[in-house]
């Protein structure tokens, strides 16, 4: 009877999975938005352009997020109003542009340490209301991708980057959309504009922070902070792929939709996935073609960024994987690239996604329990 009834369980298990496949790659045709995407390829190539004329390609992931992150965040409204809430944004960015690369060659403690107090910080944001919460968690994730990129420049001998650079980079893209929004602003006769992302909220109330959410944010800092320390106290080869996978596909919060949160993790297997194999391309070529196929693979993940700023609501899991498919292939190009090395970026890629797995299904726990906890007697 148990043998019957487990084959039974199977099938249903197996229709509940296939169910939720046509959810996540669900597409909304009215949430495509090419000439937003078309925008942002345009002004994203000026420093892809700048960066490749001086030579120093090393700093222009810096400029693309601090440009990217700085659009996405910009809330619309007066110029005085949008200009200085992005002053603030690209500031704050630029502090931790300054701490991700100037901790990067330190004792591996430290990493830890600031990811979890910045992660924690970002988490606990919400009580400034929605839309500061979602500015503090584009701050986390470029932190965490500036702390990758920071272990990497200072394992790697042939490249000299400097910090104070990559803050000058970061704060050169953010002043980059603050320079066209004036442009903007003076040709549309001064008038003023609805933000750039309209679907990302736009409150700004403050909220209680409860205990199941404050519970949720401690595990999240903890667990970016253990992956942190399993990438880099481990000095694991290409680990911190595990650490920006689990940044992608991590849950932000503890009230984002189910639907979302698995978006988001397959969202980040994908884009990792395809990225290793991409990044399968240089690693037999050397010299000039190797030049070449370097300054390509730019050219694709600014595409892929393009892509991701013209899907976000057309389709979330397709937008998560442009924007770690990007992400990762900027980060992993100054690192030498063999079969081995893309092995092991996958590796820790599923290691990444399924830690985030395990953060989400612990959500669901919290939430479940907040929603029937009895009620306190009078």
């Not at 120093?56 to 601090?66: D, I, P, R």
């Not at 399993?230 to 650490?243: C, E, K």
């Not at 073609?289 to 976000?312: D, K, P, Q, T």
Request: proline share 4%; hydrophobic share 55%.
């Amino acid at each position: 009877m148990a043998g019957a009834s487990g084959r039974e369980g199977q099938p249903v298990h197996r229709g509940k999975a296939m169910s939720w496949l046509p959810k996540v790659f669900e597409l909304n045709p009215a949430g495509l938005n090419w000439p937003r995407g078309v925008l942002f390829l345009d002004i994203a190539l000026v420093p892809m352009i700048v960066f490749w004329a001086i030579g120093h390609e090393q700093y222009l992931l810096s400029a693309l997020f601090g440009l990217l992150f700085t659009w996405l965040n910009d809330p619309g409204g007066s110029y005085g109003y949008r200009a200085s809430h992005i002053a603030v944004f690209a500031l704050i960015g630029a502090g931790l542009t300054a701490l991700g690369f100037g901790i990067g060659g330190e004792a591996w403690g430290w990493l830890v340490l600031a990811t979890f107090a910045v992660t924690l910080a970002a988490g606990l944001a919400i009580a400034f209301g929605v839309r500061r919460f979602v500015a503090a968690l584009l701050l986390n994730v470029w932190f965490v991708v500036a702390l990758a990129l920071g272990f990497g420049f200072h394992q790697n001998a042939r490249i000299t980057s400097y910090t104070w650079a990559q803050v000058l980079a970061w704060t050169g893209g953010a002043a980059l959309w603050i320079v066209m929004t004036f442009v903007g602003w003076l040709i549309r006769g001064r008038q003023d504009r609805p933000p750039m992302v309209a679907e990302i909220p736009g409150d700004t109330s403050r909220r209680k922070l409860t205990r199941p959410l404050v519970t949720f944010t401690v595990i999240r800092a903890l667990v970016m902070a253990g992956t942190v320390a399993l990438a880099f106290g481990l000095n694991l080869s290409h680990g911190y792929w595990m650490t920006i996978a689990a940044m992608i596909a991590l849950k932000p919060s503890l009230e984002q939709a189910t639907l979302v949160s698995v978006q988001r993790l397959v969202g980040a297997l994908i884009g990792a996935v395809a990225a290793a194999l991409l990044l399968l391309v240089p690693a037999s070529e050397h010299g000039l073609r190797l030049f070449a196929v370097e300054r390509g693979l730019e050219v694709v993940a600014l595409v892929l960024y393009m892509h991701g700023v013209a899907i976000r609501v057309w389709n979330y899991a397709l937008y998560a994987a442009a924007m770690a498919m990007g992400t990762l292939i900027l980060v992993a190009l100054p690192q030498p690239s063999d079969y081995a090395a893309e092995g092991y970026r996958v590796l820790w890629t599923l290691c990444g996604v399924g830690i985030a797995l395990l953060v989400m299904l612990l959500a669901g726990l919290l939430a479940k329990r907040t929603t029937k906890a009895p009620p306190q007697p009078a």
